[in-house]
């Protein structure tokens, strides 16, 4: 499996555009996964559920499944948080993993960048951030810039850099 990231503040448009990319690189036959990193502690379970109720119970993992879709709860009770390696390795096959977050991991990524933010880049001295996308043109940028409104540009430019990107050894 190939994976690309999206790093970025919260706020400067991740998940906007990670939304706008997975239908165009469905459109052009690619199958797609994505990974998203919270950087709190989340619920997908809420109180009054069967699955709440068997989590706090002391399940480790609670599996929810239907006719369409399953999910599965595993809580970590004190356990290192997985790497983002071993988490990638419980997915099914797909030609493309879209990441979101995981912005110190050496996997090739695009930051999503917004001044009016007020916040400092992310990507100087990471080696790993391929280009920088925004909502207005960036002076003095060393890394290929991308408008956060061509989306097309910014799909082919994830495929061209996933056909030279060289994993750090």
Partial sequence: MKIFGLAGWSGSGKTTLLAALIPYFLSRGLSVSTMKHAHHGFAIDQPGKDSFVHRQAGAQEVMVASARRFALIHELRGAPEPSLEELLARLSPVDLVLVEGWKDHPHPKIEIYRPSLGKPFLHQGDPSVLALASDEPVS???L??????DVEGIARFIIDSLEVWRWPS
């Fill in 140 to 142: 003095g940028l060393l």
């Fill in 144 to 149: 290929p810039w991308l408008s956060l409104a």
